[in-house]
């Protein structure tokens, strides 16, 4: 059985980089959907030029 020392320690090492990868994945979340979102507008506004046009 193992120690809970060494739980612990693995735990303090984990958290940090789950952490770390949970408010990167966020980032990248809220960066492509800024993009998409940026992208649907510009190919609105084109299609609204056309329409125009």
Do not use: C, H, N, W
């Not at 190919?43 to 030029?49: D, E, N």
Request: charged share 15%; no cysteine; net charge positive.
């Amino acid at each position: 059985m193992k120690d809970p020392g060494s739980f612990q320690g693995v735990l303090s090492f984990a958290l940090p980089e789950i952490f770390i990868f949970y408010i990167f994945f966020a980032e990248l979340r809220f960066y492509f959907g800024f993009e998409s979102f940026l992208s649907v507008s510009a190919l609105t506004g084109k299609k609204q030029k056309l329409f125009i046009q």
